[in-house]
């Protein structure tokens, strides 16, 4: 169990972080904003297309009204009621794009912010690079909390550590309110979901909306609404991609038309309240693709790197130890992971507080 000297730290946070210790854990700091910038640029084309064929669609009229059939009269009247219409049209497209360009310029503030924090990793000062660590270990934590759904308590824990603008707290709390809804057997918050990020889960060519789909049908089936069940899967399911037409959705077709088989486990795998857990972790599965968010909190990744760092092969529980991997705590979380792999190791020399800090200030920082 190795341990660096004090003047090798204070060497070593003189120096500017590696651009790889950075990109490694700071990947979805810049993605996550890039991403929802992405989202709200492509929903605003397809607003403001809109609104501009409505525009159109109004010129035309007012030009119609002026210019007559060549046989009538031509009615003031009716030439400013289409202009009326016009202006209105006019004015809400101008409205639109005015709240569309300050929710655009919201994110790239947003993403500016973060790429001029990202750079401070480059200082040479050592107090700055400190103050730096330190928040990033913070945020390591509140991308945990997040994950959690403790979002009262990250709030909490970015303000303390001035880096709310570094957070993805939105993503996960709309995640969080998603998976709850899923949880009492609801679908409609999931499928709003679906319908903001459409166009990305087609060209990740994600297959939630069927399931989504197919579970409603499941649940028409189960409450012997059996005509509804073939109304909704001819109105969401008719034009399913080739693709995606799997088992599953050919044995969901045979229940909406036989309706529940008394004797059958092959079916009656459908009704069970599995099938609502399997849909919360496809959702999970399908959000992180969508905001490229790594599978597990990077909190995870760094404290088991860094207890499988100061891990031997005489690690055992002992609470008097001075040793991390021994605390009876801290051994049942390394028990799984690998020894650390130096020849050479030697006993910690200088650790005076071994309290609920030693996480932050000596595991932590082995890899931060």
Known sequence: ??????????????????????????????????????????????????????????????????????????????????????FGRFDELFGTFKQITDEEMELIDLLDTRVKYLQQANTTD?????????QRISRLII??????????????????????????KTV????????????????DRCLEWIADNKSKLRRLKSTLETTVRLQDCIELVRRGDRLEAVHYARKFLANLPKDQW?????????????????????????????RWDQLIELFKQENARVYKLMEYSSFNACLCMGLSAYKSPQCHPDPDSRCPTCRPDMHELAEDLPHSHVSNSSEFQKIIDMDHHFLMEIVLPWYL
């Open 126 to 134: 050592a107090l700055k690079q400190e103050t730096w660590r330190s």
């Open 143 to 168: 991308d945990y909390l997040l994950r959690s759904g403790y979002f009262e308590t990250a709030q909490k824990l970015a303000e303390q550590a001035n880096v709310e603008d570094m957070c993805n």
């Open 246 to 274: 799997s088992e599953q959705v050919v044995k969901v077709m045979g229940l909406i038309g036989f309706g529940i088989p008394s004797k059958s486990r092959a079916y009656n795998e459908y009704f069970s309240e599995k």
């Open 1 to 86: 169990m190795s341990s660096s000297s004090p003047s090798q730290d204070s060497t070593q946070s003189s120096e500017p972080l590696k651009p790889d210790e950075i990109t490694a854990l700071e990947y979805t700091s810049l993605k996550v904003p890039y991403e929802m910038f992405n989202k709200r640029f492509r929903s605003s084309q397809k607003t403001i297309e809109k609104n501009n064929y409505f525009l159109k669609e109004s010129a035309d009229l007012v030009a119609k009204a002026m210019k007559g059939d060549g046989t009538s009269p031509i009615y003031k009247r009716d030439v400013k009621e289409k202009m009326d219409i016009y």
């Open 172 to 187: 996960f709390m709309i995640a969080k309110q998603v998976e709850d809804s899923l949880s009492r057997h609801e679908t």
